[in-house]
């Protein structure tokens, strides 16, 4: 089974034990650009994933004890064939789940590569100092924890994939990765990536196929020895009773509904275009700043200036280089942000922004959408909407910024923007986030710690995290006393 999107041929059954395995079931992967059908795809059923589980059980017995330069110089080989194929990657990524070709060409699968890369060479430096309790010397091992189950959703399919598969098999971990079913379809690229570079069979394996079914066998699966999990929090729940039955460790990238304070001191159009920034993705980015907190002595010239620079995005075909937002990924998707704005406006608030669909590009596409001054317990203040819906309030103080911001059940991200660098240290050491980017957005280095805290996740991936989760940490202890003399 196999479809041609943008010239590039694609393998649309699974791929487990170093082969093609296809199914009686299928599932359609539609294009939000036009909502065309693009590809028919192997849907999985448990025995699917009983099979990969096992190919996967089997490949660790070996990858597991495979030495830690050949994993990283097969790693380096997947980043090599990642770069080669980074076009193909890209407009196959676009027609799939409609983010910017332009992104994706020159952010995003690079990206993609440097996942590789990054945790190839972290592998390579991975050491903790032994140490002496009494004579007693102590030493600090990684041991790979067996097959990892990944999981991941549609807003940057590949690069949320391979941000998880990639430290997985740098800890000699195997793989089964579920990607997500509205945008399936770089992962099976990246199988034959992989392939080529030499990894052995069942070390990586790719089940396509539903969450209910798919995912929810996979996350079931006794022979699975980690979840991790990026996507929303309902679906978190489950996987997390599943986790439960065979006491699984897991790691979460959840939601977020992220504070971005603007103080009266910032740089105002670095504050403007970075707030306007997050409307990028079409809003489908976990980590968005999508509740705009405002100095009220600034907050007539900022509206100003924000809502000028964001009448000025261009909406439209993502595979358009001049194109700064695409559509929504898919009816559904697109029908619950038009939920949450209509009863945002039946419950009497008015957008100064948008509002609606776009009428004039008709399809999956939404307006760039804001709200001012939602009351407290408002919806569209309290939830994750996953589109081009912010919100924007002002304070008047320090405390009530840092109170305002800390006011989610969330903890992904936060935003702080202020001309004021002791001011930065001191509000965001208060935000309750797993991440705080002073005067900057996205700004992401692969050695930090990545993950949410409250609603927004469990633990934290990168650098040595990565690899403090997909293993079985161990300390080993050394008596100074009672070795042979042989010994
Ligand atoms: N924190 C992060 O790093 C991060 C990054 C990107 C997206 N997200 C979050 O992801 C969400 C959007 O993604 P979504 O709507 O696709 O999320 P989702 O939870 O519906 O789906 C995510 C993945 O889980 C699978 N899945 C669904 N039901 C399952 C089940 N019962 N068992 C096992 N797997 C199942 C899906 O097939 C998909 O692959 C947003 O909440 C967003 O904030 C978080
Ligand atoms: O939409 C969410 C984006 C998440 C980004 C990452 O997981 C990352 O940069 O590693």
């Known amino acids: 089974m196999a479809a041609t999107v943008e010239g590039v041929e694609i393998d649309t059954r699974h791929w487990i034990g170093g082969r093609r395995v296809d199914s009686a079931d299928r599932f359609q992967s539609i294009s939000p650009i036009d909502e065309t059908p693009i590809a028919d795809v192997a849907s999985a ?93 102590n030493h600090v091992s990684w041991d790979p924890a067996g097959v990892a189950a990944i999981i991941t959703p549609w807003n940057a399919p590949l690069m949320l994939g391979t941000w998880r598969i990639a430290p997985a098999l740098a800890s000699g971990c195997t793989v089964v990765y579920k990607p997500p079913e509205w945008a399936p379809l770089t992962a099976s690229l990246l199988a034959d990536i992989t392939a080529e570079a030499g990894l052995p069979d069942g070390v990586f394996n790719v089940v396509q196929g539903l969450g209910k079914t798919a995912g929810a066998a996979l996350t079931r699966h006794p022979k699975v020895r980690r979840i991790s999990f990026t996507g929303s929090v309902p679906t978190a729940k489950t996987i997390a009773a599943a986790a439960a039955e065979n006491l699984v460790p ?62 000025a995005i261009r909406q439209g075909d993502p595979r358009d280089e001049t194109i700064d937002i695409g559509p929504q990924i898919s009816r559904p998707h697109f029908q619950r942000i038009d939920g949450f704005v209509r009863r945002a406006k039946e419950a009497g608030l008015q957008p100064v922004l948008g509002g609606g669909p776009n009428a004039k590009l008709g399809g999956l596409y939404y307006q760039p959408t804001l709200f001012l001054d939602p009351p407290e317990n408002a919806e569209i203040l309290r939830e994750e909407v996953f589109g081009p819906v912010l919100c924007l309030q002002s304070f008047r ?32 050491a208060q ?47 050394f008596s100074p006393n009672g070795w042979s003399k042989n010994g």
């Not at 306007?276 to 993705?281: F, L, R």
């Not at 923007?417 to 002791?422: A, F, Q, S």
């Not at 996205?442 to 930090?448: A, I, K």
């Open 431 to 477: 935000i309750n986030a797993g991440l705080v980017w002073n005067n900057c957005f996205f700004v992401r280095d692969l050695r930090q710690p990545f993950g949410g805290n409250g609603k927004s996740g469990i633990g934290r991936e990168g650098g040595t995290w990565s690899f403090d989760f997909y293993c079985d940490v161990k300390a080993s202890i």
């Open 45 to 137: 059923g448990s025995a699917e994933i009983e099979q990969a589980a096992a190919a996967a059980q089997t490949a660790f017995k070996t990858w597991g004890r495979t030495g830690r330069e050949e994993r990283a110089r097969l790693l380096h080989k997947i980043a090599d064939g990642v770069e080669a194929n980074i076009e193909r990657l890209a407009v196959v990524e676009t027609r799939d789940n409609g983010s910017l070709l332009r992104s994706h060409r020159r952010g995003v699968m690079p990206r993609v590569a440097h996942n590789f890369r990054f945790f190839a060479d972290w592998l390579l430096q991975l050491d903790h100092p032994d140490f002496d309790t009494r004579g007693h010397r």
């Open 250 to 311: 897991l790691s979460f990238e959840l939601g977020g509904k992220s504070p971005f304070i603007v103080f009266a001191d910032t740089d105002l159009d670095l504050a403007v275009s970075t707030a306007v920034g997050q409307y990028d993705n079409a809003g489908q980015v976990c980590l968005a700043g999508t509740r705009i907190l405002v100095e009220e002595s600034i907050r007539a010239k900022f509206l100003a200036a924000f809502t000028e620079k964001a009448q």
């Open 397 to 428: 103080t320090e405390e009530q910024a840092i109170a305002m911001a800390n006011d989610t059940e969330y903890g992904l991200a936060g935003v702080v923007m202020t001309g004021d660098e002791e001011r930065a240290k001191r509000v965001s």
